[in-house]
Nanobody, 126 residues
């Protein structure tokens, strides 16, 4: 069974940092396009950051550039999103996603992704 299981997240004050992880089972994440998406209350789901199958293309939303870093760890079949300098507007439910593709270039369309994590709440508040 192909599955993505998320961990990490929680609540933090503005300016703080959090790390989200997503562990894959049933498939090799290193061969897949991967991405992080988020959905705030009352808003549509939006792309945060994605990496193509080859790893040659990495995309970031303008709102998180310079603050968030996406990575893939092939050794333990996981992907992470390191989030620094968090702002209240980063508050949302965050989802990891993966797809065999193959895709290159801009890969942050959520419609590309067949496999999704369960979602994790991130709250940034003072």
């Amino acid at each position: 069974q192909l599955q993505l299981v998320q961990s990490g997240g929680g609540s933090v004050q503005p300016g703080g940092s959090l790390r989200l992880s997503c562990a894959a089972s049933g498939f090799t994440l290193g061969n897949y396009a991967i991405g992080w998406f988020r959905q705030a209350p009352g808003k549509e789901r939006e792309a945060v950051s994605c990496i193509s199958n080859s790893g040659r293309s990495t995309n970031y939303a303008d709102s998180v550039k310079g603050r968030f870093t996406i990575s893939r760890n092939n050794a333990n079949n996981t992907m992470t999103l390191q989030m620094n300098s968090l702002k209240p507007e980063d508050t949302a439910v965050y989802y990891c996603a993966a797809d065999p593709g193959p895709y290159e270039g801009y890969v942050c369309y959520d419609s590309l992704y067949d496999y999704w994590g369960q979602g994790t709440q991130i709250t940034v508040s003072s």
